[in-house]
């Protein structure tokens, strides 16, 4: 157990629709990351928050958007939702913001778009 | 855009055999990290490498950074079972941005 919480775990919704994926890192930790992996793909790295803001933004599409709260969850929100967007959804947290350390993964939230 | 590609995708070897893969990246990195995927689950992280040249150890894992600190390789001794999934690196590119490579599939047959 990472002590990354991610929820849902499983999720199907058709195209058009709009999800929320939501991260609680582990306690202390101040970063978070969403990476997406499509089946039996890399991991492609979204976007990063420290304390609540915008630290560094990957192959983002501009349908996607992301958060970090004050309480340092997180939520990935995705829009006019298409089949290519069906993947696994990581998000990861680290101690700091200066990424020296190791990333601690959630078990992910796998999305199914039909 | 910044690439770590990794070779090659897919190994599968007999149990007890070394098993290699290599890390390139288009440009220099901070820093590289290993991490393994076991099938169903999630990353989890095996070593950081921070200087150049740089070699750990983890039991039968070896971890190489290249003196350019542009590649990197993870060598695996008598394989196990247990060391089936998927090893992906991922570079520090800039302050902020972990690239994970394409990762490479192993495949142990016993």
């Known amino acids: 157990d990472s002590g990354v919480t991610q929820t849902p775990k499983h999720l199907i919704t058709a195209t058009g629709q709009r999800v929320t994926l939501r991260c609680s890192p582990r306690s202390g930790d101040l970063s978070v990351y969403w990476y997406q992996q499509s089946l039996d793909q890399g991991l492609q790295f979204l976007i990063q928050?420290?304390?609540?803001?915008?630290?560094a933004k990957g192959n983002i599409l501009e349908r996607f958007s992301a958060q970090q709260f004050p309480d340092l969850h997180s939520e990935l929100n995705l829009s006019s939702l298409e089949l290519g967007d069906s993947a696994l959804y990581f998000c990861?947290?680290?101690?700091?913001?200066?990424?020296?350390?190791?990333?601690?993964f959630g078990e992910g939230s796998r999305l199914t778009v039909l | 855009g910044q690439q770590v590609m990794q070779i090659p995708q897919y190994q599968h070897v007999q149990e007890g055999e070394d098993f290699t893969t290599y890390c390139n990246s288009s440009?220099?990195?901070?820093?590289i990290q290993w991490y393994k995927q076991r099938p169903g689950g999630h990353p989890v992280f095996l070593i950081q490498l921070v200087k150049s040249g740089e070699v750990k150890k983890q039991k039968r894992l070896t971890f190489q950074f290249g003196e350019a600190k542009k590649n990197s390789s993870l060598h695996i001794t008598a394989t196990q079972t247990t060391d089936v999934g998927t090893y992906f690196c991922?570079?520090?590119?800039?302050?902020?941005?972990?690239?994970f490579g394409t990762g490479t599939r192993l495949k142990v047959l016993a």
């Open positions: 990861a947290s680290s101690e700091s913001g200066v990424n020296t350390g190791e990333l601690f």
């Open positions: 928050y420290y304390n609540g803001e915008e630290r």
């Open positions: 991922a570079g520090l590119a800039g302050t902020y941005k972990y690239i």
């Open positions: 440009t220099t990195l901070s820093n």
